[in-house]
C-alpha cells in the first residue's frame, strides 16, 4: 500500500521506452504562436500580457547586462508554470517531481551565472566568500561557510521544488483515497474530507505557480550578484 502512494512519480514507459521528455515538450505545444495578423485574438492578447507581466517582474532587481537573461529565465518560468499545473490533472506525470531534472534545470542556469561573474567582474563575485570588516582569526572559516554555500546553491533551488510538489501530490492522494474508503462506512465525514480535500486542490495550484516562481527568481537574484 506505502509502495503505491509512490507509484505515481516514476516515469511512464511505453513498450520500455521512458515518456518524461515527451511529457517535457507537451507543455509546449499548449502555447499559441504568434502569427502576422494586425488583429489578434483575446488569448494572444492574453499570453502576450502574462509574458510581460513576468518579464518585468523578473528584470526588475537587474541592471542592462542582465536584460540579455530575459528570454532563457521568462521560457523557464513558463516551462515550469505550465508543467507544474498541467502535473495537477488526473493520469498526469509531473517531470518537475524528479530531482534528477530539477537539478538538470538548476545546476547548468547556476554554474552560467557564476561563470559570467568570475569573467566579468572576478575581484567582486570572489569577494562575495569573504565580507568586508571580517576579523582576521575567523577569514578561514568564513570563507569555507560561504564556499560551501555558494556551491550549494543548485542543491537548494533542485530539492525545493521537488520536496514541495512531492509533499503536495502525496497529500492529495493521501486524502483523496481516505475520502473514497470513508464514503460507504461515513458519508458525513467522506464529504467534509472532500471539501478538505477541494481546498487543499486549490493550494496546491498556488504552490505550483509560486515555487516555479521562487525558482527562477532566485536565479536571477543569483544573477544579480555577478553582472
Known amino acids: 500500500m506505502n509502495l503505491s502512494f509512490f507509484d505515481q512519480f516514476t516515469s511512464p514507459c511505453l513498450l520500455g521506452i521512458p515518456l518524461i521528455l515527451l511529457s517535457m515538450l507537451f507543455p509546449a505545444l499548449l502555447i499559441p504562436t504568434l502569427n502576422n495578423r494586425w488583429v489578434t485574438n483575446r488569448l494572444s492578447t492574453l499570453q502576450l500580457w502574462f509574458f510581460h507581466l513576468i518579464t518585468k517582474q523578473l528584470m526588475i532587481p537587474l541592471n542592462k547586462k542582465g536584460h540579455k537573461w530575459a528570454l532563457i529565465l521568462t521560457s523557464l518560468m513558463m ?28 545546476f547548468p542556469l547556476w554554474l552560467a551565472t557564476l561563470l559570467t561573474g568570475l569573467r566579468n567582474q572576478p575581484s ?6 569573504l565580507p568586508e570588516g571580517t576579523p582576521t582569526p575567523l577569514i578561514p572559516a568564513l570563507i569555507l561557510i560561504e564556499t560551501t554555500s555558494l556551491l550549494i546553491r543548485p542543491l537548494a533551488l533542485g530539492v ?34 472532500t471539501l478538505i ?20 527568481l532566485l536565479l536571477s537574484l543569483y544573477l544579480q550578484e555577478n553582472i
Open 79 to 106: 516551462l515550469l508554470l505550465t508543467i507544474n499545473l498541467l502535473g495537477l490533472l488526473p493520469y498526469t506525470f509531473t517531470p518537475t517531481t524528479q530531482l534528477s531534472m530539477n537539478m538538470a534545470l538548476a
Open 124 to 129: 567582486v563575485s570572489l569577494g562575495h566568500l
Open 160 to 193: 525545493r521544488l521537488t520536496a514541495n510538489l512531492t509533499a503536495g501530490h502525496l497529500l492529495i492522494q493521501l486524502i483523496s483515497t481516505a475520502t473514497t474508503a470513508l464514503l460507504p462506512i461515513m458519508p458525513t465525514v467522506s464529504i467534509l474530507t
Open 197 to 216: 480535500l477541494l481546498l487543499l486542490t486549490i493550494l496546491e495550484v498556488a504552490v505550483a505557480m509560486i515555487q516555479a516562481y521562487v525558482f527562477v
